[in-house]
């Protein structure tokens, strides 16, 4: 499915004309700046944006562009899932006011995770995206860090965290897509466990590789109204090998 086969889907089935004469068609709705562009978003001018400003990408998309296993068509479906996915990452994890999240529908928006209960988008402003899809365990537990603090922990570990889609199964209004989350472990992670414990785990300097299946339901204008997302969460920590004593 293609960027023009998407417009021609979301766009309004006119009723058949009395007169013997067929108007011309009006054109199918333009598709939107956030399914067409991965840092749409970031050009946005509020005051909601979390640390003052609009946070700079630029080092994780480098990495994407160099490290990426999928290229896709400018304008095929994948690539307007991982845009639209991009796009709401950005403001899941910066933008402070529900309200000024451009990629979801706010009158109907959830999340979950591997079949749990369903999440506001309201819920992940409060406890952060790190927290929204991690469960308690031995080397982290959600419950014992603030959004903020999941973010340091899990950014100086490893400074940049790409993303991309690697194939779609299905197209709108039921999209349903596998996806790859890699960085590289610079640092040494340093966490607080489910038990309260202090975890330290020795920075390898190697690849960390996260993939998963995603199904998000989407509205006319692209929007997310509901996000399922299903991987395996100890992926990452096993991944970080060595443990050793914090």
């Known amino acids: 499915m293609t960027a023009e086969e998407i417009q021609n889907e979301t766009a309004p089935v006119a009723e058949t004309p009395a007169v013997a004469e067929t108007p011309a068609a009006e054109p199918a709705p333009a598709l939107p700046d956030y399914v067409l562009d991965e840092n749409a978003v970031l ?13 700079d990408y630029s080092k994780t998309r480098k990495v994407y562009a160099e490290t990426k296993k999928a290229s896709h068509t400018a304008g095929s479906l994948p690539d307007l899932v991982e845009k ?7 403001e899941a994890s910066y933008k402070t006011s529900l ?19 369903p999440q506001s988008g309201e ?39 790409a993303w991309e889609v690697l194939e779609v199964y299905s197209g709108p209004p ?23 414990e202090k975890v330290r785990l020795e920075a390898h300097g190697g ?40």
């Open 99 to 117: 309200s000024d999240w451009r990629t979801i529908d706010t009158s109907s928006y959830t999340f979950s995770v591997n079949g749990g209960p």
């Open 43 to 55: 050009k946005d001018v509020i005051n909601s944006w979390r640390h003052g400003r609009a946070p």
């Open 123 to 161: 819920h992940m402003l409060q406890v952060g995206t790190y927290n929204a899809i991690i469960e308690p365990n031995e080397f982290y537990c959600p419950f014992h860090s603030s959004f903020d603090a999941s973010h340091k922990t899990f950014k100086r570990m490893m400074p940049t965290f």
């Open 174 to 196: 039921t999209v349903a897509f596998k996806w790859r989350h890699w960085g590289v472990m610079e640092r040494d992670y340093v966490g607080v466990n489910k038990d309260g």
């Open 84 to 90: 639209l996915v991009k796009n709401w990452e950005i």
């Open 207 to 246: 690849p960390i590789n996260i993939e998963g299946i995603a199904v998000a339901v989407v509205n006319d204008k692209l929007q997310s109204q509901k996000i399922e997302v299903f991987f395996d969460p100890m992926m990452m920590f096993r991944q970080m090998e060595k443990r050793v004593e914090a």
